[in-house]
């Protein structure tokens, strides 16, 4: 496997190359119907949000080697300027004001398949842990995907089993603008979370209420949540050197 390298896009190449990961993996692999604005290179995932994001990039073999991992972060000073974030299309994000002048919100966070074995996500969450101590931020939401090509009900049973030991206090949930029908789904069967919300449930994260149903991706959206403050001591360690 080939040495991994992240950096912070700094050029409108590094996003182009972040863009054509995020249509293989959203469009191609998952199947995710996507609504690029107009005048969009042809096979790259690119939304409203893009131009206002920093976008933090996973290369294999080194700095021009190809992408292999991503996330984009849209900052508070940028959110103000778009107008909000990308999760409020999906939530109403109303209880979050008071944390929002600290707030970055996390999305299409994706990695290639034969990079997922955990150390590029380590570098990606490695990097974003710098940048919110750099920049002296301290909470992170984003919607954590997914598959809805069982028809849901994986996806009723994670938030059923989630919500009994992940919940975040009354005061921070949030309600999905187009909710997931859960009632109307099983919600007993026995399932782990996906590799990326689980470990986000080890760094501490909360899941801030039900999930949305995002149609045009065919995915089960969970909103979460995660603060600096509530890092376990090890993971505090790693990313941060105990700062």
């Excluded at 939530?91 to 074995?117: A, K, Q, W």
């Excluded at 939401?141 to 919940?167: F, K, P, T, Y």
């Excluded at 065919?218 to 995660?226: I, V």
């Amino acid at each position: 496997m080939a040495a991994l390298q992240v950096a912070w896009a700094r050029h409108a190449d590094d996003i182009l190359a972040a863009q054509r990961l995020r249509y293989q993996i959203f469009a191609e692999e998952m199947g995710a119907r996507l609504a690029p604005p107009r005048g969009a290179p042809a096979g790259h995932d690119v939304d409203m949000f893009d131009a206002h994001c920093e976008h933090l990039l996973v290369r294999a073999g080194g700095e021009h080697g190809p992408v292999v991992g991503t996330y984009r972060v849209l900052t508070p000073d940028a959110a103000r300027r778009v107008g909000g974030l990308y999760s409020e299309t999906e939530f109403d994000l109303t209880r979050l004001r008071p944390l929002r002048p600290r707030m970055v919100e996390l999305g299409r966070s994706c990695v290639h398949p034969d990079y997922r074995s955990g150390g590029a996500i380590l570098a990606l969450w490695g990097a974003l842990a710098e940048f919110m101590f750099r920049n002296r931020l301290d909470t992170m939401i984003g919607c954590a995907s997914i598959s809805m090509r069982d028809g849901g009900h994986v996806a009723a049973s994670l938030w059923e089993r989630l919500r009994q030991s992940h919940l975040a206090p009354i005061e921070w949930r949030v309600r999905p603008r187009l909710p997931l029908p859960v009632h109307e789904l099983r919600r007993d069967l026995d399932v782990e979370p996906p590799a990326l919300i689980k470990g986000y449930l080890r760094c501490g994260a909360k899941i801030l209420g039900a999930p949305a149903w995002d149609p045009d991706f065919n995915t089960a959206d969970l909103p979460m949540l995660m603060r600096i403050d509530d890092l376990p001591p090890r993971y505090r360690r790693h990313f941060l050197g105990g700062g």
